[in-house]
């Protein structure tokens, strides 16, 4: 099978350095940060962030985690399975049908450290010190990154006076995951479906050897392969309810996963849920004549039910079917 891409090299994402030691609030540094987050939201919907918040050391850790949790039995992995009121799965395992490569593990609240015990203790009932630490620690230097992204986003609207509730308003969740390297007669197959993310904004990481992540232009014509380009890279994320939110000032990139080798790709990343029972709306200090209101007040529960737990049709089309004015 081949999998139709049309790509005009050199085409890459834009990359923003959070690496700096003065990047703080209200600094000449953080402005200059800002007005590239938003430009590369509003163009890409997404971007390549340095931050070297996570040393090579524990990038190493999370992803030899990863690999140790899979390697686990399946009904160890299955016992930590929960799913939603919405079908969907978003605590312990999960696997989608239609993506055999694609495994899951979900820590939802993972800044709360007894909901990583509590998944840790079900799949190592011995223990696992390491593995909850590690996966504590590296969740944190997400979570610290999302911070800045989303406040200098809300910024970028002049929306300060929302940013603490916006912080507040959703849920981390960390994900590791896995895609089974493919067989050896086999070229290339889709390891996830092209979808938009529907949270508020996904941090992805992933092991250095597999790449596979590829994210559509706006304009729709090509493909970009997201290649991070080193240790420090994290590939920062658009999602729907951050669109809604921003009166479409953001854009949700259209992404899919291409796996091509016979070698496994584990991906850690930060998924920021909008909280249960938040309905979201845009400010109106940012709707106007020349701006009108584009959707109606969005329950992202909901929308999740609607778009329901697989990727299909789920695009920006199928959002304004949803909740478009
Ligand atoms: O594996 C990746 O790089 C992307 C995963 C993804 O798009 C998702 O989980 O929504
Ligand atoms: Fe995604």
């Known amino acids: 099978m081949t999998i139709s891409s049309k790509t005009r090299f050199p085409l890459s994402l834009p990359v923003i350095d959070f690496s700096s030691r003065d990047l703080k609030p209200k600094t000449p540094e953080w402005d200059s940060v800002r007005t590239r987050v938003r430009k590369a939201l509003e163009e890409y919907g997404c971007f390549e962030a340095l931050f070297d918040g996570a040393s090579t050391e524990l990038r190493k850790a999370i992803f030899k985690a990863a690999e140790e949790l899979y390697d686990l039995p399946l009904e160890t992995k299955l016992s930590t399975k929960v ?71 809300l910024e970028s609207f002049g929306l300060e006076k929302y940013v603490k509730d916006h912080l507040n308003s959703a849920t981390n969740q960390f994900q590791l995951i896995k895609y089974k390297g493919l067989s050896d007669n086999t070229e290339e197959k889709l390891g996830f479906d092209p979808h938009i993310d529907r949270q508020f904004l996904t941090i992805l990481s992933q092991n250095d050897v597999v790449d596979g992540l590829e994210i559509k232009t706006k304009d729709g014509e090509e493909w970009i392969k997201s290649k991070p380009s080193q240790d420090s890279s ?67 529960e909901d929308y999740v039910k609607f778009t329901n737990t697989y990727t299909k049709k789920r695009d920006l089309s199928n959002l304004k079917t949803y909740c478009g004015i």
Do not use: C
């Open 83 to 153: 799913s939603t009121k919405s079908g969907q799965i978003y605590k312990g395992y999960g696997t989608i049908p239609t993506m055999p490569l694609y495994e899951v593990m979900g820590f939802y609240g993972v800044d709360n450290p007894e909901v990583v015990d509590d998944l840790t203790y079900k799949l190592w009932p011995q223990g696992n010190i390491t593995f909850s630490k590690n996966v504590q620690s590296f969740a944190e230097k997400l979570i610290e990154l999302n911070v800045k992204v989303r406040t200098m986003i």
């Open 234 to 300: 994290f590939l920062v994320m658009a999602g729907a309810s951050l669109h809604v939110l921003l009166n479409g000032g953001v854009f949700p990139p259209l992404h899919r996963v291409v796996m091509t080798g016979k070698k496994d790709r584990y991906v850690a990343g930060l998924f920021l849920r909008p909280k249960e029972g938040l309905i979201i709306n845009a400010p109106e200090e940012i709707v106007d004549d020349e701006h009108p209101r584009l959707y109606k007040p969005f329950d992202y």
